[in-house]
């Protein structure tokens, strides 16, 4: 998983930016040397765009688990305030007092 000193922000910059950059250069070198069919793009381009891909996936399972973690904290820490403080339901009207 990523470190926590990088910034999510800066990570789906990062996977967008391999995306973008593998479909740019498929398409430039194909204008530039007429070469559409050429392994080497596809090589460059393939493994630009399954990185981009695969980091994208990535990032929002990381995205999940954050949150995932957060509601997890949230639950338990309710649970606790629960714990410390019961509150008594209030009887009914018309219920015989305990």
């Not at 967008?16 to 460059?44: K, M, P, Q, R, S």
């Amino acid at each position: 998983m990523a470190d926590e000193g990088i910034s999510p922000t800066w990570l789906k910059r990062i996977y967008a930016g391999c995306l973008l950059t593998g479909v740019i250069f498929y398409f430039t070198w194909g204008l530039v040397f007429n070469a559409f069919f050429d392994y080497a793009n596809y090589a460059v381009s393939a493994a630009l765009v399954f990185t981009g891909l695969f980091g994208t996936f990535l990032y929002r399972e990381l995205e999940r688990e954050k949150a995932k973690a957060a509601s997890e904290k949230m639950r338990r820490e309710l649970e606790l305030n629960v714990e410390k403080n019961p509150q008594t339901p209030e009887p009914k009207p018309g219920a015989p007092a305990p």
